[in-house]
């Protein structure tokens, strides 16, 4: 659901209300989330029902911490002024890692290389927390240059029992957490790996999505 230009009785009912996630996108300063009627403060509310949140906004950090007081799991925050266009992609991307079975700490800890100023953001609460947990523990990739070819390594970020396995991208055979797995691979076979299975890649020092950097790359980018 959208909401926009809530009050701030309707945003605290957004939080009182047993949602999942709710990603705020707006302004915040030391009197609150700001409202067209005002400011949404935290300490407002009995009890928060909402278990997941991002409070995108300048220094919510505050905010945030109330929200978990009064009974969300985690989330994220911002620890001072952010851009508008550096919130959006941290924003989107923590979200959409989320959905593919990421904690929140290991979510924040890549959606924060989407930007320059990625020490502006942090999460707050049970930072092992996962919103959406799937069969299989998600990974990531990280990519580097080799003489013409592709040096692919993967590792499994969320082992959540002793001895849990993980399925790199490229490999039949699963590995243990703990391990990283690494093939060579020419740009071809690189860039049929890579739009067959989505997962985060971590390329030039940069977060990208495996479809997205798989059409630069096959484009000679």
Known sequence: ???????????????ASPNDFVHYIGHCDADGLE??????????????ETRTFFLNACGSYHEGLELIERGSVGGAVTLTKVLDRQAAKVGTAFARLLVHGFGLEPAMQLSRRRIMMGKDYAVV????????????????GFLERDDGTFRLSCEGLTGR???????????????????????VLDRTELVEVLSKTPLPIIYDNEFHWSDDLAAKLDSGR
């Open 125 to 140: 609460g049970d930072g092992t927390y996962t919103l959406a947990p799937t069969p299989d523990s998600p990974v990531v």
């Open 161 to 183: 029992r002793i001895g849990d396995c993980f399925q790199p991208a490229f490999a039949e055979e699963s590995a243990y957490h703990g391990m990283s797995t690494e093939t």
């Open 35 to 48: 409202c067209p009627d005002g400011r949404f403060t935290a300490s407002s509310l009995d009890r928060c």
């Open 1 to 15: 659901d959208i909401e926009e230009h809530l009050t701030s009785a309707e945003l605290a009912a957004v939080f």
